[in-house]
């Protein structure tokens, strides 16, 4: 499919067809250690998957630590002025 692809082009001479090739080859034989993985061979799909990891990146709990840590603290006041109303 991508050599397909990257010889239909005809802007890539047959060394950096075959560099892009070898380059693309050792990333797939690693994907397996990837978080995530996105083929781009359809752009608006490409561009859904891109959002939707950014997305699950920013919802991740460690960075958004310092957000549960200001929610603790404000329970441990509420929970002290409480018990001093009682």
């Known amino acids: ?25 050792r990333e797939v034989e690693v994907s397996g250690t990837y978080d995530y993985l996105v083929v781009n061979d359809d752009l608006d799909t490409c561009v ?13 709990v460690a960075r958004r630590w310092p957000l ?5 603290e404000q329970f441990r006041h509420r929970g002290i002025d409480a018990a001093r109303q009682e």
């Open 1 to 25: 499919m991508l050599e397909s692809r990257l010889r239909g082009r005809s802007e890539d001479s047959p060394e950096q067809i075959r560099r892009r090739l070898d380059v693309a080859r």
């Open 48 to 60: 859904a998957e891109v959002r939707g990891i950014v997305l699950a990146e920013r919802a991740r």
């Open 68 to 72: 549960v840590t200001a929610l603790l």
